[in-house]
Every structure is written in structure tokens, then in C-alpha cells.
């Protein structure tokens, strides 16, 4: 009898064969007829119109496969690190997650961030090291760089057979038999070669006894040297798996379909069912049916499909859930979407229609429902102020941008009133370029983004006196305010205060709020055209006419007395700084620290990254200036790992050439 439906979830570093390993096994299961390619754009993942033009999963491909008779699905997931809470989505609802790496040393880094992620949630995982075709470094040794990033065992499967020029078969460790690969088809079962054992005895003895580590019986045996059958062997694998105690590696090339069938074959034996994966998230196994969305789609045609699991009984076309109706069920391969009436427990399907339905949310009749684990959202790191391009399609922005971060909740919008802009935030230019194709392809909108603008401000750096009269004689009665203030800078982070110390109504009481309105107008433009901040404003004394005096004509005085009297304290332009923590591993931190120099940084120092084994935080005060395109440098520097939070900490003075080159284009922009 066929299992229930489980789910897989394929991440890994960028560009490691994830939607090439999808294609294999789809092509090995007999789901599709042909193998496609990433690189020649027929493949069932990647069909969207921004990952094809780029070369890259942009969001998670699903499909829904046959293996054996069982039913799978398969997430193929981004692997752009800006992309990463999209691969959280999937990881945390599927039954197993196999992690797709490069067969390089160097490279193991790049998975530390998945690793970590799916220990902390207890996911069983494998790795599959792919590209073996064109790998010069050794398994081993691959294998010992992956290991340091793992809290659990990572217990080799399999070891490559190597010709003279290339891997092209494998031994299986535990089965003990030999095959060879052939590409678009099962392996060939070959004889083992002669001094197999007498090179690859240890690597067995090892897998044998980093199961023994967790059971005290096969540990006795082992010491007792007896040797446990195959089936105890696989029993333990299975075990020790899906409890997350062990993770193991398997091999392959996926553009060659070498390995594809041996990871299905693993998944099929191991992989848990549903129903534990239910347990293991602490969902019930009885109560009302109940699926999770974990990810969201708008499509030109569908409108709006809300990617579910079923974690209990029966979902079908009609139901209403949290309120909201399913308009339909439909199973997706790639691109294509099939209608089906119902889904049951472990099925992936998409609900189409269920508008007031958000990712992440969890589906009961009732309502009445616990939340379950959710990715946490990434600290956003870059943005860029966006418009549309016409200006008639203002009006539909919002709505749009609604749209896309319901399809992508790692994105966020900010409405500067200050600056008038909009901006748009996420984890990199690579992830706010994706998001504005995809309006432009999904919702017909194209948006403009650009570097949002600094908050700078300006403040002085001495008090003056200032005597300002306004006068006019025009017709009827006149306009008449007389006044005479004192500007003294204040320390930093005291923005403005207003003082009166008007005696004997040389000005009357009724006319003084008129002065700091019109104090308070002329400080948002200070002499560099930046808000000026950190002074105080006295009014010491004034004069005024019973008939021709008014709040206007006050108001006009105290602006032009503080236009007056700035040019004359020394106005300096202060810029925002921000504190800044960088995480990376130790062996990019002396890189770190002199990104941070090289960008006007001050460095405050750096420590061991708590609960991260090997990795720095590196602290310091950077100019906000210097943050927008931070990330982007910091990935170039660190194989794509490092990340940073940051938040604003204190406004600091600028001056020189930076300041100049500032006041300059603030002018410009101000004059167009
Ligand atoms: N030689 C070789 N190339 C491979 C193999 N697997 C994938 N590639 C190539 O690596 C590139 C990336 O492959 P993809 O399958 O798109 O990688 P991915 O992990 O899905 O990429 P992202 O989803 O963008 O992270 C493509 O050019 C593939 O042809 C392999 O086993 N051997
Ligand atoms: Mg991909």
C-alpha cells in the first residue's frame, strides 16, 4: 500500500543543483518524460519569467510526484541567501529537507546558516553533495569541512568510485554493493572492486559506530565484535535519523542524474510519515482538519493560491476555514496546476481564492487555531525608495506592494513623511530586483527603486543675537512685528527648545506662539537645507503696534530673525550613525574589520557570536551613508554568509569633503 504524502524540501547554497536535482528526480521517478535543464530554461522548476531571465530559483518550485507508487512533493528552494526565509517556509512544513552542496572545501561555510536552522528545529536532514562530476577536492575531505558546521554526526553512505579521470560510480556503505553510474538511467550493479575493503573497511567501521553512539546495545556488540546485519544497520539509520541524531550524506551529479535514484530510494525508506511530522510539531492527531499556508502566490490568472500542507483529515473545494472559502484545490507541478476536489493529510495543494488569508496562517473550520513554528523575519538590510514610472499608476503602488509581500512577508514597505518617499526593504539589491520584475510581470506595474535618501540634519556650533523687524505699509492698515532673539547651540540629541523671556509685554503673551511657529518653519531648511536640530531659541524682547501687529506679521519676524542669524553660528551638517553588529565566521573578521574602516567605521570591538561555534560579531558605529550598499560588499566578502543588524544609534558631525559633496547634492536635487 502506497504511503501517506510526504514532503521534501531541496535547499542549499546558491547555485548548488537544487532545481537541476529536482529535474533528475522528477526525470527518475517518471513524473516527466525528458530531462530539462536550468541552463537551457526547460525545466519544471524555475519557470517564473524573473528566475528563467536570471538563472536562479526566485521563490520555492513545487511538484507533486509519483516514486514507487508513493506520493511526493518536492519544494526546490531558493538558495540566494537574501532568499533564505522563503527556504525557511518550506523547510519547517516538510517531513525531510535535504541539503544540496557544492563538492568544495571552501564552500562548506555556505551551508552553516541551513544547518544551524534546521538543527534548532529538530528537521531530519541529509545533505546530498552534488557536482561530483566536475569535483577535483575529495569526498573526505568535503565531508570533514561539512562536519565542522554540524551539531549532529554526519554519517557518509556512500564513497565514490573513481576511473582514472572521474567519479563514475559509488559503493554503497551499507548494502556493500557497487554500481555504476549511467546517465538517464538506474545504475549498473558491478562487482566490487578487489581492494575495496582493504581501502574504505574504516569508513564502514565508522558509520557502524556513530550509530553505536546512540544505542547501548549495538555498542555492546560492537565491543564484543560481533558485526550487526544489514537490517539492524538500516534500522538504526532510519532511527536515529528521524530523531535528527544523525545526518547522512549522500552523493551524486544531478545534471547527469547520478545519485538521484539512490536519494529516492533513501527518502522512500526514511523519510517520516506526515503523521510524526504532525507530532513532532506538536499538532494533535485528532481534531478538525487543518492545513498551513507557508507561502503565497498572485498569479495573473489564479489569483490568489495560498500554499498549503494538510496536517489533518480532509480539505476540499468549498470549505470554509479561518472565514475564508476555498475556491479550489489544485496540485502543482512547476507551472502547471491540476484541479483536484479534495487533499488529504500530507498533501501539498494550493487553495486558490482565500483572500484575507496570510502565510503563515494556520487553516481549521473553527478558527480556532495555534500557531505553529514560524521562520523568523530577517532584520531588513537593504531598501530603496521606489515610485512608479508613471505617475497615473501611483494610486495602484500600495495596493501592489501589498501583494508582493504577502507572496514575500521578508519584505517590508516604509512610508518616510519626513522625506516623502517610499521605501522598500529586504535582504539585498538581488531580492528588491526580483521583487520589482515580478510586479512588473505579475502585476503590470513597473516601479522605479533608488538609494533612499539620508535623514542628515544640521545644527550650529555658536549662539548669536538677532534684531528682525517686518513692516509693510500697503493701503489700509499695515503689517508691523518686531523681535529680537538669542540662538545657542544645545548638546547633542536635544533637538529644539523654545524659550521666552519677554518681560513687561514688550511683545503681548497672545503674539509669542506666533514667533516659534514661525521660528519652528524656518529651522526645517537651515542655511545647508537640512533640518537644524540641538539649539535653543530665546526670544528676548520685541515691539509691536495696537493696529497693524498680528500673528502673521510675528510669525514672518521670527522666521526671517532665525534666517538671519544662522549663517552667522557656524552650521555644521551632522549625519545619522548607526550601531552595527556584523556576524561572520572568525575567519572573515579582520577582512570585516577593515570593510568597517574603509567606510568611515569606528569599530568598537568583536566577540565570539554567542551559540554560534566558530563565528564573530563584529560592533561598530557606521554612517548611515555607508550602510546602503553594506550588504552587498559584506556577501562579496564572506562567500555570501556574513550578515549584520543594525539600528540608528547617534547624529554626528560631518565636515570636509564628505560634507561638501552632501550640501552639494542636496542642492541639486533640491533644484531640479
Ligand atoms: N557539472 C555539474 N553542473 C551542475 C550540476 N548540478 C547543477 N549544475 C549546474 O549548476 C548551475 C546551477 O544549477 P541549479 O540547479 O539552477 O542550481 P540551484 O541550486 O537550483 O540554484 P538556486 O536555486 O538559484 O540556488 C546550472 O548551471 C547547472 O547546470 C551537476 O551535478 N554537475
Ligand atoms: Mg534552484
Redesign the pocket.
Known amino acids: 500500500m502506497p504511503s501517506a504524502p510526504r514532503c521534501v524540501a531541496l535547499v542549499?547554497?546558491?547555485?548548488?543543483?537544487?532545481?537541476?536535482?529536482l529535474e533528475a528526480m522528477l526525470f527518475a521517478s517518471g513524473t516527466v518524460g525528458r530531462h530539462g535543464?536550468?541552463?537551457e530554461g526547460n525545466s519544471v522548476?524555475?519557470h517564473a519569467a524573473e528566475a528563467r531571465a536570471r538563472?536562479?530559483?526566485t521563490e520555492i518550485n513545487v511538484a507533486n510526484a509519483t516514486f514507487l507508487d508513493d506520493p511526493w512533493t518536492i519544494l526546490?528552494c531558493?538558495?540566494?541567501v537574501e532568499l533564505l526565509y522563503e527556504a525557511q517556509q518550506a523547510m519547517l512544513v516538510a517531513d525531510t529537507v535535504v541539503v544540496?552542496c557544492e563538492p568544495e572545501v571552501e564552500r562548506a561555510v555556505t551551508v552553516s546558516a541551513l544547518l544551524r536552522f534546521l538543527s534548532r528545529h529538530k528537521i531530519p536532514h541529509m545533505i546530498f553533495i552534488?557536482?561530483?562530476?566536475?569535483a577535483s577536492a575529495r569526498v573526505r575531505d568535503v565531508l570533514a569541512a561539512l562536519q565542522s558546521h554540524s551539531d549532529q554526526p554526519l554519517v557518509l553512505r556512500q564513497v565514490p568510485l573513481r576511473t582514472t579521470e572521474s567519479i563514475d560510480g559509488y559503493v554503497d556503505l551499507v548494502s556493500e554493493r557497487a554500481y555504476h553510474y549511467r546517465p538517464g538511467q538506474a545504475s549498473d550493479l558491478i562487482p566490487l572492486p578487489d581492494d575495496f575493503w582493504d581501502r574504505e573497511a574504516e569508513t564502514r567501521t565508522q558509520l557502524v559506530e556513530k550509530l553505536a553512539d546512540f544505542d547501548d546495545k549495538l555498542l555492546e556488540q560492537l565491543l564484543e565484535d560481533v558485526q550487526p546485519s544489514k537490517e539492524e544497520i538500516y534500522k538504526h539509520l532510519t532511527q536515529d535519523f528521524q530523531k535528527n541524531l544523525i545526518v547522512p550524506v549522500f552523493l551524486?551529479?544531478?545534471?547527469?542524474d547520478h545519485g538521484a535514484r539512490r536519494l529516492w530510494k533513501a527518502l522512500r525508506h526514511e523519510t517520516p510519515g506526515p503523521e510524526e511530522t504532525a507530532a513532532r510539531l506538536g499538532i494533535k492527531p485528532d481534531g478538525e482538519p487543518m492545513a498551513q499556508v507557508f507561502k503565497t502566490f498572485h498569479l495573473p490568472h489564479t489569483g490568489k493560491l495560498s500554499l498549503s500542507r494538510v496536517w489533518r483529515g480532509t480539505i476540499a473545494e468549498g470549505n470554509v476555514l479561518n472565514g475564508a472559502r476555498v475556491a479550489g484545490v489544485v496540485r502543482l507541478l512547476g507551472a502547471q496546476h491540476d484541479k483536484a476536489p479534495s487533499a488529504k493529510t500530507g498533501e501539498v495543494v494550493g487553495l486558490t481564492r482565500m483572500e484575507e488569508i496570510r502565510t503563515g496562517a494556520v487553516l481549521i473550520p473553527s478558527g480556532k487555531t495555534e500557531p505553529l513554528p514560524q521562520p523568523e523575519r530577517p532584520q531588513p538590510v537593504y531598501g530603496l525608495a521606489i515610485h512608479a514610472e508613471k505617475r497615473g499608476d501611483d494610486v495602484k503602488l500600495t495596493g501592489s506592494i501589498g501583494r508582493l509581500i504577502d507572496e514575500d512577508p521578508s519584505l517590508q514597505l516604509e512610508q518616510n513623511a519626513e522625506l516623502r518617499e517610499m521605501v522598500l526593504w529586504g535582504q539585498g539589491d538581488v531580492h528588491l530586483q526580483i521583487a520589482l520584475d515580478r510586479l512588473r510581470n505579475r502585476q503590470n506595474l513597473v516601479v522605479v527603486g533608488q538609494p533612499a535618501t539620508v535623514p542628515y540634519r544640521e545644527t550650529i556650533k555658536r549662539g548669536a543675537d538677532q534684531h528682525s523687524r517686518f513692516k509693510r505699509q500697503s493701503g489700509g492698515h499695515g503689517q508691523f512685528a518686531d523681535c529680537t532673539i538669542e540662538v545657542k547651540p544645545l548638546p547633542r540629541g536635544s533637538g529644539f527648545v523654545f524659550k521666552d523671556s519677554v518681560v513687561g509685554g514688550a511683545i503681548p503673551r497672545n503674539y509669542i506662539p506666533a514667533v516659534e511657529e514661525g521660528v519652528v518653519e524656518a529651522l526645517k531648511h537651515g542655511p545647508l537645507g537640512f533640518p537644524v536640530v540641538d539649539l535653543t531659541v530665546i526670544l528676548i524682547t520685541g515691539q509691536f503696534h495696537a493696529v497693524d501687529s498680528s500673528d502673521m506679521a510675528f510669525k514672518t519676524a521670527g522666521r526671517q530673525a532665525i534666517q538671519e542669524a544662522l549663517p552667522k553660528c557656524e552650521p555644521t551638517l551632522l549625519e545619522p550613525i548607526d550601531s552595527v553588529e556584523v556576524s561572520v565566521p572568525n575567519a572573515f573578521t579582520a577582512r570585516i574589520q577593515r570593510l568597517v574602516s574603509g567606510r568611515r567605521g569606528q569599530l568598537l570591538g568583536y566577540d565570539a557570536k554567542e551559540d554560534w561555534p566558530g563565528w564573530d560579531v563584529v560592533k561598530a558605529y557606521l554612517p548611515r551613508s555607508e550602510l546602503h550598499d553594506l550588504i552587498v560588499e559584506l556577501r562579496s566578502l564572506t562567500l555570501g554568509v556574513g550578515s549584520f543588524a543594525h539600528k540608528f544609534d547617534h547624529m554626528q558631525e560631518l565636515t570636509g569633503r564628505e560634507a561638501e559633496k552632501v550640501i552639494a547634492s542636496h542642492r541639486q536635487e533640491a533644484a531640479q
Open positions: 542549499g547554497p546558491y547555485l548548488s543543483g537544487k532545481t537541476s536535482l535543464s536550468v541552463r522548476g524555475d538563472q536562479m530559483s526546490d531558493p538558495g540566494n544540496v552534488n557536482k561530483l562530476d566536475t551524486g551529479a544531478a545534471t547527469q
